[in-house]
């Protein structure tokens, strides 16, 4: 689904030129949930904007399904299967009701519109929101509104999701109202799913784990196996999900805990067996 082949991003500033990705290769298949940590700067959403060619490379390529985003002709048939999500929610909805927003992209596709009325409530429906179709936007949560713009995408039927740290402006409902919709279109519909976060217990959920660190892959992983490695994630300057480093303590401690133990129920199950 997704092919990067030691890919380069550079950009130029009077002072110097920078290397935000360097040599990056990956490979990510049909249905898999991907998600990308990294501190500020390790270049996780310069990598993510090359997925729909929002950025071009400077060296290696970049293939969506086959389609080398470096070929102006691939560009429309690129962004039609690679939806993005970004953090804020207000900047992503233009119209005013609900259901007029989430019709906008297939609108722009040319989609006849006995068509797009199917498509909208089909994606209302996918992210629970089908009962706020003539709300105004301005009128919902931060939550809600993510799930909107999710809803705008999906109804433009991509094959890939990539959402660039979506919940970095939610609350702590928000961030879980999000999570669930994008959890029930990657394992209900089998959407492609990249998701770019700071929150280690939102990447816990993947089905892997990439770590960047200036410009590079430096771990790529199960959850379990990712987090397990405490100290190299310290030592990254990144968090662990809080039971993972419970565990590391209680078995620093003698404790007998299994390693890369990511949620309340497995560390209730290690410590009450």
Same mark, same amino acid.
């Given at each position: ?9 550079? %950009? ?16 990510? *298949? ?40 470096? *070929? ?37 596709? #040319?989609? /006849?519109? !006995?068509?797009?009325? &199917? ?32 809803? !705008? ?7 890939? $999701?990539?959402?660039?740290? =979506? ?14 919709? +994008? ?6 519909? #089998?959407? &492609?799913?990249?998701?770019? &976060?700071?929150?280690?217990? /939102?990447?816990? %959920? ?14 790529? #992983?199960? =959850? ?6 405490? *100290? *190299? ?6 968090? +662990?999900?809080?039971?993972?480093? $419970? !565990?590391?303590? $209680?078995?620093?401690? !003698?404790?007998?805990? =299994?390693?890369?133990?990511? &949620? ?10």
């Amino acid at each position: 689904m997704i092919a990067v082949k030691d890919l380069v991003h550079q %950009y130029s500033t009077p002072q110097r030129v920078i290397q935000a990705l360097k040599g990056i290769d990956l490979v990510i *298949e049909k249905g898999d949930f991907v998600a990308i940590i990294g501190h500020n700067g390790s270049g996780k959403s310069t990598l993510a904007k090359h997925l729909n060619a929002l950025l071009l490379p400077s060296g290696g390529s970049v293939e969506i399904s086959g389609m080398d985003t470096s *070929e102006k002709d691939n560009l429309w048939s690129i962004r039609q299967q690679v939806g993005m999500v970004f953090q804020n929610p207000d900047n992503q909805i233009i119209a005013n009701t609900v259901e007029e927003d989430v019709a906008f992209g297939p609108e722009n596709l #040319g989609i /006849e519109p !006995g068509k797009i009325r &199917t498509l909208v409530d089909d994606a209302l429906s996918s992210v629970g929101m089908k009962t706020f179709t003539k709300r105004a936007p301005h009128l919902l949560s931060g939550g809600q509104k993510q799930r909107v713009a999710i809803a !705008g995408i999906v109804a433009m039927r991509p094959n890939i $999701l990539v959402l660039d740290e =979506p919940t970095a402006m939610l609350d702590p409902i928000g961030r879980r109202e999000v999570m669930d919709t +994008v959890l029930r279109l990657n394992r209900e519909e #089998g959407l &492609t799913v990249v998701h770019i &976060t700071h929150f280690m217990e /939102e990447a816990a %959920y993947a089905k892997r784990v990439i770590v960047m660190e200036e410009g590079i892959i430096v771990l790529d #992983g199960t =959850p379990r196996d990712v987090f397990s490695q405490v *100290e *190299e994630l310290q030592k990254l300057r990144l968090d +662990v999900p809080a039971m993972t480093e $419970l !565990g590391d303590i $209680l078995a620093k401690e !003698g404790l007998e805990i =299994p390693r890369g133990v990511l &949620t309340v129920e497995e560390m209730v199950v290690a410590l009450c067996p």
